[in-house]
């Protein structure tokens, strides 16, 4: 069994954009992340300390508003102009979804598309929609097809079974492996018998959110699986929405949580940051 570690991948990408920063700072040039939390959802908080870690070490500001979960939409609306409208913000992340009743719609119906790292500007959904080479596809969906291609995991003509449907990795992820080629099949909750449609699969992306779902049941001798969840366990150590030690036994190759696919998506947030640095520059 391989085991699709992250971090060669995303050291990779961070050292170019090393590069990319200074030249930016030697012009008076600030890139600066806005982080923009709601509530402490476990999951939200381990993503929140790896974007931390990862700008610090490429020297890029991050910085973090958090609100409480009981906020208005008023004041969460009021709170995103403020950060959407400081010309000092390159790029703007906000950890969805949102707690229950707030709504996200406001945010991506007016956020600066200049400062839009994570695909909540409708526009980049209609370019990613439509197969738009570069488009800014949300983080941890760009994370992936980089994880396939530094490990040359051949996508034409295979069989993909993506368990998730959300905006945020679901879908977009499910587009992106479209445009390289590949037939893609995406699972939800109301999907009859997730279990034969991912053994029906080349390559399974788990992103459901729920932790160790995937287990042997849903699994073949010699697929490739991408985990993309976060979850925190019973014993309060972070984990994915596959049971990796079990499918290990008989997959050809797996990505790890933690150090897999989050580390990367990590390293793609900076990079959507520098661009958008560089373009406003």
Same mark, same amino acid.
């Given at each position: 069994? @391989?085991?699709?570690?992250?971090?060669?991948?995303?050291?990779?990408?961070?050292?170019?954009?090393?590069?990319?920063?200074e030249?930016?700072?030697?012009?008076?040039?600030?890139? $600066?992340?806005?982080?923009?939390?709601?509530?402490?959802?476990?999951?939200?908080?381990?993503?929140? @300390?790896?974007?931390?870690?990862?700008?610090? =070490?490429?020297?890029?500001? /991050?910085?973090?508003?958090?609100?409480?979960?009981?906020?208005?939409?008023?004041?969460?609306?009021?709170?995103?102009?403020?950060?959407?409208?400081?010309?000092?913000?390159?790029?703007?992340?906000?950890? @969805?979804?949102?707690?229950?009743?707030? =709504?996200?719609?406001h945010? #991506? #119906?007016?956020? +600066?598309?200049?400062?839009?790292? +994570?695909?909540?500007?409708?526009?980049?959904?209609?370019?990613?929609?439509?197969?738009?080479? +570069?488009?800014?596809?949300?983080?941890?969906?760009?994370?992936?097809m980089?994880?396939?291609?530094?490990?040359?995991?051949?996508? $034409?003509? $295979?069989?993909?079974?993506?368990? &998730?449907?959300?905006?945020?990795?679901?879908?977009?992820?499910?587009?992106?492996?479209?445009?390289?080629?590949?037939? /893609?099949? /995406?699972?939800?909750? $109301?999907?009859?018998?997730?279990?034969s449609?991912?053994?029906?699969?080349?390559?399974?992306?788990?992103?459901? &959110?729920?932790?160790?779902?995937?287990?042997?049941?849903y699994v073949?001798?010699?697929?490739?699986?991408?985990?993309?969840?976060?979850?925190?366990?019973?014993?309060?150590?972070?984990?994915?929405?596959? +049971?990796?030690?079990?499918? =290990?036994?008989?997959?050809?190759? /797996?990505?790890?949580?933690? &150090?897999?696919?989050?580390?990367?998506?990590?390293?793609?947030?900076?990079?959507?940051?520098?661009?958008?640095?560089?373009?406003?520059?």
């Amino acid at each position: 069994m @391989r085991r699709l570690g992250g971090k060669e991948v995303a050291d990779e990408i961070l050292e170019e954009l090393k590069v990319r920063v200074e030249a930016l700072k030697g012009r008076g040039i600030e890139p $600066k992340l806005a982080v923009l939390r709601v509530g402490e959802r476990d999951d939200d908080l381990a993503y929140e @300390r790896g974007v931390l870690k990862r700008f610090e =070490s490429a020297g890029v500001t /991050v910085e973090v508003t958090a609100l409480d979960s009981g906020v208005s939409q008023e004041e969460l609306d009021s709170t995103f102009d403020g950060i959407n409208n400081d010309p000092k913000v390159h790029g703007i992340l906000v950890f @969805r979804p949102l707690p229950k009743p707030l =709504s996200d719609e406001h945010m #991506r #119906r007016t956020i +600066d598309s200049g400062k839009d790292v +994570d695909f909540m500007d409708i526009r980049n959904m209609e370019d990613c929609l439509a197969g738009v080479p +570069d488009c800014s596809a949300p983080c941890t969906a760009e994370a992936v097809m980089a994880l396939i291609r530094h490990y040359q995991i051949e996508t $034409k003509g $295979k069989k993909v079974t993506v368990v &998730g449907r959300s905006l945020v990795i679901g879908k977009p992820v499910a587009l992106l492996l479209t445009t390289a080629n590949a037939t /893609v099949t /995406v699972c939800h909750t $109301k999907t009859v018998d997730i279990e034969s449609e991912c053994r029906n699969a080349d390559i399974i992306v788990a992103c459901c &959110g729920v932790p160790k779902k995937i287990d042997l049941s849903y699994v073949k001798e010699g697929q490739i699986i991408i985990d993309v969840g976060m979850n925190v366990d019973e014993e309060g150590k972070l984990c994915g929405d596959v +049971d990796y030690d079990a499918v =290990s036994e008989i997959a050809e190759a /797996v990505t790890p949580v933690p &150090g897999g696919v989050g580390s990367i998506t990590t390293a793609i947030l900076l990079k959507h940051v520098v661009n958008n640095a560089e373009r406003q520059a």
